[in-house]
């Protein structure tokens, strides 16, 4: 029973949807089984969890047939009654959760019964609550356009002359949705490509994008912001990455909070990408669209993908926000998910804020304590082990740290190889300072420092921050 696809679905409904659900089995327009009825009083009870031992097919089948024998097929079909009845509850549901949709299809059915007058005054109403809403999205457009199509059916079978601009009306919001939808798509095409080495075939995208980048879009929120995020993935500029920030805060009440949360996204994106290049001003900047997340609940703490917990903690850590990590981590680490990753996740979380603060001893033993199966994870843990080596002037088991990790880049075949190289060139580095270190800066080994400061400058990435601590390190040493 606890296995059926009815009691899957039960476990997502909220008490306010259970008690509704209740009234909707007992509606006679919706349901007259009065089998369904009784299973529906004889279940309902369990919720939300259906944990009681007492919760069988064999005493659910009592409750409903309570002179019978057991009949496993029978209940069965019981249950298949209700899950399509709790189904059809949830369209309704949503059909009332979505008013102007269902007030399109009224105004169809209104058509189609020639009933103008009363077509009439409800389109008028429709129109008006379109085009007077306060967030003009995709789905807004969408409406817009189902509404027009709508008008010309109607209004060209009642002889109006309003059809012909009644057709412009149809094409110019059908382009405003059309637009929209294509803006959206191309600038989650483009931040997958340059973020995540994923290719798509852009059909069209410079033709409308020729189009796109000349217009104005400051009555359509959702284009002026697609728009900005392709432009700030095609130039990687600050000048673009600052006006989408504005945009956001302009039209913060204009749009939905999926696009809102869609722009926290780019901007944790974009920030990641300047700290690769060694911009270091962009902990911060980083920091404020997790922590922004958090607040607007886009990141729900009672439900987290680890890598997520990680990332937001750290990026605290990195604003040296230590308070709001800890008090973070105190919320969220109930809801890590997978479970079977809480544990190095919290492991991983305090040995990253010990080695912020310079506790090297307790971030090393924190980090030999996790045991990630993703290999992002297990390349920063060992990244930061090497330097906590260094660190504490233990030149053997930072070489072996080095070692280690090199021969864990060769044998890791779901890193892209672009990674690699960037850990590679970071280890030929720290072996060479460690080796400096170690032995003493001198007349010979002055020269070694120098060439060894300009290659790391000329590092071509800045994985996990190790760029800007080798440029550090090397400028301890004098």
């Known amino acids: 029973m606890k296995k059926t696809k009815l009691i899957s679905l039960l476990g997502t409904f909220s008490k306010q949807e259970i008690l509704r659900l209740d009234d909707f089995v007992k509606s006679p327009f919706f349901n007259k089984n009065k089998n369904v009825i009784n299973l529906c009083e004889a279940v309902l009870p369990y ?45 309704v549901s949503i059909s009332q959760s979505r008013p102007l949709d269902s007030e399109i299809n009224l105004l169809n059915a209104l058509h189609d019964r020639r009933l103008d007058n009363i077509y ?19 789905d807004n457009y969408l409406r817009q356009y189902q509404l027009e199509r709508v008008n010309i059916a109607h209004y060209k079978f009642s002889g109006s002359s309003y059809s012909f601009n009644s057709i412009q009306t149809e094409f110019d919001s059908f382009l405003e949705y059309s637009l929209t939808g294509l803006l959206r798509l191309y600038s989650k095409m483009l931040h997958n490509k340059n973020h995540g080495n994923i290719q798509f075939d852009m059909k069209m995208f410079e033709n409308v994008w020729q189009y796109a980048k000349e217009m104005d879009f400051s009555d359509n929120p959702s284009c002026l912001i697609y728009k900005q995020v392709i432009s700030l993935e095609l130039s990687k500029s600050e000048a673009d990455y600052r006006k989408l920030l504005e945009i956001k805060e302009k ?69 040296n926000e230590y308070e709001w990590a800890e008090d973070f981590l105190k919320k969220a680490q109930s809801g890590i998910s997978p479970k079977e990753e809480k544990l190095n996740t919290i492991n991983y979380c305090k040995g990253y804020l ?26 920063m843990v060992k990244s930061y082990s090497a330097r906590i080596y260094y660190e504490q002037n233990l030149y053997e088991q930072t070489i072996s740290a080095v070692d280690t990790f090199r021969h864990y880049l060769k044998t890791e075949k779901m890193m892209a190889e672009e990674q690699k190289n960037a850990h590679y060139e970071f280890l030929r580095n720290l072996t060479e300072l460690a080796r400096l270190k170690f032995e003493g800066i001198n007349k010979t ?25 080798l440029i550090e390190k090397a400028g301890e040493l004098k």
């Open 47 to 91: 919720w939300p969890g259906f944990e009681s031992p007492k919760f069988t097919e064999e005493n659910i089948f009592r409750k409903i047939f309570p002179n019978e024998n057991f009949d496993y097929f029978k209940i069965k079909n019981v249950i298949s009654d209700l899950y399509a009845l709790t189904a059809e509850f949830l369209k």
């Open 120 to 138: 009439s005054q409800r389109e008028k109403k429709v129109k008006q609550q379109l085009r007077g809403a306060e967030v003009k999205d995709e």
């Open 251 to 319: 039209y913060r009440k204009n749009i939905p909070p999926e696009e809102y949360y869609y722009i926290l996204q780019e901007q944790n994106s974009y920030s990641a990408y300047r700290l690769k290049l060694g911009d270091e001003n962009y902990y911060v900047e980083r920091f404020r669209a997790f922590r922004e997340m958090v607040e607007k609940k886009f990141m729900d703490t009672g439900y987290l993908i680890f890598p997520n917990v990680i990332s937001a903690y750290t990026s605290a850590c990195m604003a």
């Open 354 to 379: 010990a080695y912020r603060q310079k506790d090297f001893g307790r971030a090393l033993q924190l980090f030999s304590k996790t045991n990630f199966k993703l290999y992002l994870m297990k390349v």
């Open 445 to 469: 080994t002055f020269v070694d420092l120098a060439v060894l400061k300009k290659q790391i400058k000329q590092m071509s990435a800045n994985p996990l921050g190790a760029k800007n601590w």
